[in-house]
């Protein structure tokens, strides 16, 4: 796991945002989920960084970044953190909520951007349509509004198994993993907190001008919604693709993490 000491920290106009920056040659930044941060990726971490230079970030109000006071995007977040590092255009695989941002970088920021691992996403707009996920999520809701974090945490963590396993699926550290994230992230928050996100709009719509390569990730029993969203990405960008990788959900890279990076270090080495 990640140690404290190995996070660095750069001055953004809205405090200090947290990264991990290692390894050396061409430019990996891999951005994590909502709720999580970067140690989500340790096992990807150890991988990559044999062959590229890999930044991982903590969103703002995730982990080690602090909370947003005013009105931000997180796609220029991740902008300024390039430009900080002295890194012209890096490659950008993101899970979930942070493949929503890679996404949202490659239409914002193009110029920094070589290509898009997405994965358990499509866009940052998300179209959630399937009656488990739309549950899952009135329950998040439902907590939040409560305060109740016990809860939020127990229906934040059904998206790991996924509508069709329960939790006895997954190797209990995964789980456990995720609940010291989520807790982590959630407890740095009020409930009263206003949100400062500024979304990206029209993000489906302006997919076909997305010119880089874009690989699309699906875990097999992920929720109808996150499927469908990933083949309508691999579909509707010029240069997409989509891969399964079985026996996962929405956090393939936890569950079968040498599956997950056999599939990224062979997209790497085809660009």
């Known amino acids: 796991m990640t140690a404290a000491a190995d996070l660095r920290h750069f001055a953004s106009a809205d405090g200090d945002l947290a990264y991990r920056d290692t390894g050396s040659g061409p430019a990996l930044v891999l951005l994590h989920g909502g709720f999580l941060d970067h140690r989500m990726w340790d096992d990807q971490v150890s991988a990559l960084a044999a062959t590229h230079r890999v930044v991982v970030p903590d969103a703002r109000g995730h982990g080690g970044s602090a909370n947003a006071t005013r009105p931000y995007r997180p796609a220029d977040d991740v902008a300024a953190l390039l430009r900080h590092l002295d ?59 409560a305060g109740d974090v016990d809860a939020w945490v127990e229906a934040f963590l059904r998206f790991v198994p996924g509508p069709h396993r329960t939790a ?93 990076n056999e599939l990224v270090a062979g997209f790497l080495a085809a660009l």
Do not use: C
């Open 87 to 145: 890194i012209d255009s890096a490659v950008l695989v993101g899970l979930s909520m942070g493949g929503g941002v890679a996404v949202d970088t490659a239409l914002e920021h193009p110029g920094l951007v070589r290509a898009l691992v997405v994965s358990g996403a499509g866009t940052s707009e998300p179209d959630f349509q399937d009656p488990w996920t739309v549950s899952v999520l009135a329950e998040w809701g439902r907590a939040l509004a």
């Open 168 to 260: 006895d699926d997954v190797d209990p550290a995964v789980v456990r993993r995720q609940r010291d994230m989520a807790l982590g992230t959630v407890r740095k928050h009020t409930a009263d907190e206003p949100d400062h996100r500024i979304p990206v709009r029209d993000t489906w719509e302006r997919l076909p001008g997305i010119g880089v390569p874009v690989l699309a990730v699906r875990g097999a029993v992920d929720s109808e919604d996150h499927l469908r969203m990933a083949d309508r990405l691999a579909r509707t960008v010029p240069r997409g693709r989509s891969v399964t990788v079985e026996g996962t959900a929405h956090y393939p890279n936890m569950e079968r993490p040498d599956a997950f």
